[in-house]
């Protein structure tokens, strides 16, 4: 993602946040064979999360939970693990 292109909006840093959720639930919570998360993913991520609200990704989180089935706690212990410590 080019933070620079001024044709970004919006839509993209959700777009590229939500990726990210479905990309770690598939591969740390849904057993899936096929890894869905990279280091581009993550990377476009990080990157979203620096211009996205706190109430944007947490809705995201919060939703993407319910739908996978994952206790919202436990998925924002997958994502950040770092602060679990």
């Known amino acids: ?10 839509s993209d840093l959700v777009f590229a946040y939500q990726s990210w959720v479905i990309a770690v639930i598939n591969d740390e919570k849904l057993n899936a064979k096929e890894k869905l998360l990279t280091e581009e993913i993550s990377d476009d991520a990080l990157n979203a999360m620096r ?35």
């Open 1 to 10: 993602m080019d933070l620079n292109d001024p044709e970004l909006e919006f």
């Open 51 to 85: 211009f996205l609200p706190g109430e944007v990704t947490n809705a995201i989180e919060t939703s993407l939970a319910r739908v996978y089935e994952v206790d919202s706690e436990e998925l924002s212990s997958i994502l950040f693990p770092e602060e679990d410590d």
